[in-house]
């Protein structure tokens, strides 16, 4: 008999310190971008299929799961204005949401000092095509999308 409760042997990653909601074509997807490259994570509305140069499908999953697994590993990117990217309520980047304001305190708690820019849809949807891989989620919430810029691991003394 296994020492653990059976409903906590589900939740337990197969890896130590990599959260278990991201699969191994996620890892390998992080593992391969490079500095300024973007990863997209889309709504179960957005067309991912149509768009992706690269779909991983996270089906099941919302994005702020997904969101903020991402960023315990990923660094982000803190040379331009802004590293991460996200929808607006309305398509309109001075409105938001219930989902806009989650995402918003995730990044305060995970990303402090990384600015987050609302995009319109005429500025965010080419920026989701343009992007290394689109994660396709089951995100119910409208206007869900979200964008992350990868950056470099600093590291001290380096030449």
């Known amino acids: 008999m296994s020492p653990c409760p059976v ?3 589900a939740a337990r990653a197969m890896l130590i310190g990599i959260p278990a909601i991201l699969g191994p074509e996620l890892l390998f997807t ?7 490259d973007e990863i997209a994570l889309v709504d179960g509305n957005y067309p991912a299929q149509e ?8 089906d099941g ?3 702020l799961p ?3 697994a991402i960023l315990q590993l990923m660094p982000l990117d803190r040379t331009p204005p802004a590293a991460i990217f996200r929808a607006a309520l309305h ?3 001075a409105q938001r949401g219930p989902f806009h304001d989650r ?4 990044s305060a708690r995970l990303a402090p000092g990384i600015v987050i820019q609302p995009l319109s849809g005429p500025d965010l949807y080419p920026r989701i095509r343009a992007a290394h891989t689109i994660v396709a ?13 990868k950056g470099v691991i600093d590291t001290p003394g380096a030449c």
């Open 103 to 106: 995402i918003d305190a995730a």
């Open 91 to 93: 398509n309109d980047p």
């Open 66 to 68: 997904l969101f903020e």
């Open 7 to 9: 409903g906590a042997r």
């Open 51 to 58: 768009h992706a140069r690269r779909l991983i499908r996270a």
């Open 137 to 149: 989620t089951s995100e119910p919430a409208l206007y869900a999308n979200v964008i992350l810029r």
């Open 30 to 36: 992080l593992r391969s971008m490079g500095h300024g």
């Open 61 to 63: 999953h919302g994005i």
